[in-house]
């Protein structure tokens, strides 16, 4: 026969055995919402990385823009241009009479420096200013057309030449649509020779009917202490 002593300790552990899975239970749930904060934090940082996607794509939409961006080209002759501009030979030019289609056409300065026109015939445009000329058009038209109107327009410019000759690259002819230095012909020819004498190189250059001679050191101007001669259309560049 079991003592009440022996009775009460068997019941004691049996209800423990009971509460026991009840308690480890709680005891998991409490672990599982502790612990659910914490494993949402790591869910923010795709949304804070998917704002900065678009954003750096919106960073690179300009670059991109620019790239694509077509350079555009500059006409021959600016405006200004076009008043200062001497027309020579080779050149084309374009010659508008308003409400003339007839009288309106295109033209190349022959070697002799004129251009023909309808009604005008022949007439010297070597020398002149597109202003100049379109006025001396004016006054031969009014004698055809009453009140003519006239533009000239250089469509290409091909007098605008200079010659090189002698120890370099490539002897020969180059064409000049602006500004250019003895120095970025010499370049554009490919350079001295090897047996070219660069302190002996001349320009020479027609003013006022006759032929004048423009050293150029070509070592100092390399160095920066000598002047890089502009060139003009015609000079002829010798390389001894």
Do not use: C
Not at 68 to 77: E, F, G, N, Q, R
Request: a neutral charge; aromatic letters at 6%; zero cysteines.
């Amino acid at each position: 026969m079991f003592s009440r002593y022996q009775v009460k300790g068997f019941a004691s552990g049996f209800m423990f055995s009971l509460l026991l899975p009840v308690l480890q239970a709680e005891t998991s749930e409490r672990a599982h919402v502790d612990y659910a904060p914490q494993s949402a934090q790591p869910s923010t940082s795709p949304a804070q990385g998917s704002d900065k996607t678009p954003r750096g794509r919106d960073d690179k939409q300009p670059t991109e823009k620019g790239a694509k961006a077509d350079a555009t080209s500059p006409s021959v002759l600016t405006p200004e241009q076009r008043l200062t501009y001497i027309i020579g030979v080779e050149d084309e030019l374009q010659i508008s009479v308003w409400r003339e289609p007839e009288l309106s056409t295109t033209v190349v300065v022959r070697p002799d420096g004129m251009i023909t026109l309808p009604l005008v015939n022949d007439v010297k445009a070597v020398g002149l200013k597109t202003e100049e000329l379109q006025n001396l058009l004016i006054e031969k038209l009014k004698n055809f057309v009453n009140e003519p109107q006239v533009t000239v327009i250089v469509r290409s410019i091909r007098s605008r030449k200079v010659n090189l000759v002698g120890e370099v690259g490539h002897q020969g002819t180059y064409p000049i649509n602006g500004d250019m230095t003895v120095l970025e012909l010499l370049a554009a020819a490919g350079g001295l020779g090897t047996f070219a004498k660069a302190d002996s190189i001349y320009i020479l250059r027609e003013e006022n009917g006759k032929k004048i001679r423009i050293p150029f050191h070509y070592k100092k101007a390399v160095a920066g202490k000598s002047e890089n001669v502009v060139l003009q259309p015609g000079d002829l560049v010798v390389v001894p």
